[in-house]
């Protein structure tokens, strides 16, 4: 689990101002306009504005600073594997029962089916800040991608590399 925190910081850099948009609906859901034009220091139309599908790309930095003070960096990386086609691990370190496994080539993963239902379980245990669901979530994905029925078995321990697409 130690290097899910890293791996959650790297999926967040990667970002687009729709990630951040609904990160901070997520966390100030219908206050969201008004809790933007709090932070960023203006009206609310402005922020409406901001949090519409017609946000200026001017703001993108901002609108992405303000996501990161809502709901740091796991609200970010929530978002983003919400919208997740594919990922791609690479190979990864495995245990099975805490004793290693040594290491599997995962590679790209499709987000779909079993794979889909752990990303969301992923997701929703960052949004609740529960970074140890959120591990173990984001390892049954991988082991399911790799090989379904895999997660009962083997626990991802460390991973090379992570990226998320779109």
């Known amino acids: 689990m130690t290097y899910f925190a890293s791996v ?17 609906r997520t966390v100030h859901g219908k206050h969201a306009s008004r ?64 004793e290693s496994e040594g290491s599997r080539r995962i590679g790209e993963i499709t987000v779909e089916g079993d794979v889909a239902n752990y990303i969301n379980t992923t997701a929703r245990d960052l949004e609740a800040h529960n970074l140890e669901g959120a591990a173990d979530a984001f390892s049954n994905a991988i082991m399911s991608g790799y090989d379904p029925g895999l997660e009962d078995t083997l626990q991802v321990e460390e991973l090379e590399f992570v990226d998320v697409s779109p």
Request: no cysteine; hydrophobic share 45%; charged share 15%.
């Open 8 to 24: 959650v910081q790297h999926i967040a850099q990667g970002a687009r101002v729709g990630h951040a948009q609904a990160a901070i």
């Open 35 to 98: 809790w933007l034009a709090e932070q960023a220091g203006i009206s609310p139309r402005t922020a409406r504005r901001w949090l519409s599908g017609a946000s200026p790309t001017s703001r993108a930095r901002a609108i992405l600073e303000a996501a990161a003070a809502a709901g740091g960096t796991t609200g970010l990386a929530a978002q983003r594997l919400r919208t997740a086609e594919t990922i791609d691990v690479g190979t990864v370190a495995v245990s099975y029962d805490g």
